[in-house]
């Protein structure tokens, strides 16, 4: 295989949820960049007006278009798959990526006890809405992905966890280590069983990016400063350091990779 065919994806049709701010956006740019047609599936109207005219700007436009849905809606969920299939001919590549914080940790990042951060204070409804996004928002992607690339034959499935699926974070809500945690197990689940049909799922586990996660918290100096430390390269990430794996996983150098977990966190779990 050529270099050129290795990372080949022009022409693919794409669909990026939460590709609006943050790593999605970067997923965006770099499908689009190399030749794919993507769709932006997010919650955030004004985002998607911005990042469809932005990425149009610099000199990819027809390529981006988007359809505002929010993926814990599942009826607008799977309609907006059906449009996608509809104006795109067929679906290629899913990036199951829109996700949200689920409030303070127990702990600040001083190390003191927050007071809306306790199990026995934080808000019910904020687990509810983070296990509805995170969690079942990507159950209900892959899904839809499923079911339509079943009728065409295969495609990619690339799901962002996250390192906190693995490592207890004291200052991240406590409802997003269970969340991300079902994710890297469906993940591997969804792997198994998709395979047959030529379906490839894995997921991309980032450490501290900067993005707009949680209010954009990592770019205060404390929250950053916190996981900075955690990081063996002593920084947090740029969303743009996603890229390449992003493509690496779209495209056909990954051909033999099915239920992997590709952690991306500047050596942050191995001090977890
Ligand atoms: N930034 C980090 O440090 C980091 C680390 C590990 C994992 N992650 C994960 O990366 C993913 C992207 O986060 P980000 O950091 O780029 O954040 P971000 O806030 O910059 O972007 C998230 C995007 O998802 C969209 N979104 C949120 N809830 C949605 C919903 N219910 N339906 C549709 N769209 C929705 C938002 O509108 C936004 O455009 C998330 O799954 C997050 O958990 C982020």
Redesign the pocket.
Known sequence: MSLETMFNVAGKSVIV??????????YVEIMVECGAYVCI????QD??GQTVAQIGAEGWPGRVWSIA?????RRALANAFDAVARKQGRIDAVFA?????AGPGFLTPEGERHPLGQIDSMPEDQWDRVL???LT?VFSTIRNAARHMKMTGGGRIIV?????ARVNESFVGTA?MPA?AGVDHLVRNAAMELAAYGILVNCI??????????G?R?KNAADRAA?EAQSLLGR??D?EEIKGLALYLASPASSYVTGAQMTIDGGSSLRG
């Open positions: 949820t939460g590709g609006a701010s943050g790593i999605g956006r970067a599936l997010d919650c955030d985002g998607l849905v929010d993926v814990s809606d990526n829109a996700g949200l914080d509805d996004v995170n928002g962002t966890s996250s390192v906190a997003y991300k586990s980032p450490g501290p990016f900067i993005t707009n996660i949680a954009g990592l996981f947090i990430a969303p």
